[in-house]
């Protein structure tokens, strides 16, 4: 079996975050062929271009993690109708300068939770935008998920719900069919 690569990139690192539990789930759930790789942002500072030209470590560590993977799984709440800083910030380092762009012709998918009824979709509808601009191959399809009780998953990546635990293997399987279809591209 051919195994994939995916950094996984969580917009939340905060304790009990439910984005991180969403991202368990999707590792849990998703085909055996996919192998997921948690990526940190958190140590990146502030994108300034007088850091250029010496990049630090952190950054470097960021964007060659992300050179490695065969596709990128982004798992993000919605602040304020938009992305958390911390992943706006990682995806800027990442797309400067444009020759090294490391989003170009890269693999992405999207998702995320939150507890409001429409569960990040506007969030993604803008992380898509910002996306476009950098050629990055985005899965098509929209995977939100309105986090209903505390209890919906837990830290380990399990799911209480068969209907919910279906909807997120879903989305790993369609993140399989993709990131094949562009390996044999
Ligand atoms: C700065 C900030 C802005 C937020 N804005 C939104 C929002 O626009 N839409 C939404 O559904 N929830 C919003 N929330 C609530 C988050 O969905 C909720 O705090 C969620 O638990 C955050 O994800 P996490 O548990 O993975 O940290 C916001 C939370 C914060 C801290």
């Not at 938009?82 to 995806?91: D, H, Q, R, Y």
């Not at 992405?108 to 939770?113: H, L």
Request: with cysteine; glycine share 8%; charged share 20%.
């Amino acid at each position: 079996m051919t195994k994939y690569k995916i950094a996984m990139l969580v917009g939340s690192t905060r304790t009990g975050s439910i984005n991180q539990k969403l991202a368990r789930a999707i590792e849990t759930t998703a085909p055996d062929s996919l192998q997921f790789t948690p990526v940190t942002m958190e140590d990146m500072p502030w994108y300034n271009g007088d850091l250029e030209s010496n990049r630090p470590d952190s950054v470097n560590a960021f964007t060659d993690a992300i050179r490695q993977c065969d596709a990128v799984c982004m798992v993000t709440p919605e602040y304020n109708r938009s992305i958390p800083g911390v992943l706006k910030n990682a995806i800027d380092w990442g797309s400067k300068p444009p020759a090294e762009n490391i989003w170009k012709d890269k693999v992405i998918a999207m998702t995320g939770t939150s507890p409001g009824g429409i569960g990040t979709a506007i969030g993604q509808q803008h992380l898509r935008q910002i996306l476009a601009i950098q050629h990055a191959i985005v899965m098509p399809g929209e995977t939100y998920i309105t986090f209903k009780s505390p209890d919906m998953i837990d830290d380990a990546g399990h799911v209480a719900d068969d209907s919910v635990r279906e909807f997120i293997a879903a989305f790993g399987e369609r993140l399989n069919k993709l990131v094949a279809l562009m390996a044999s591209a």
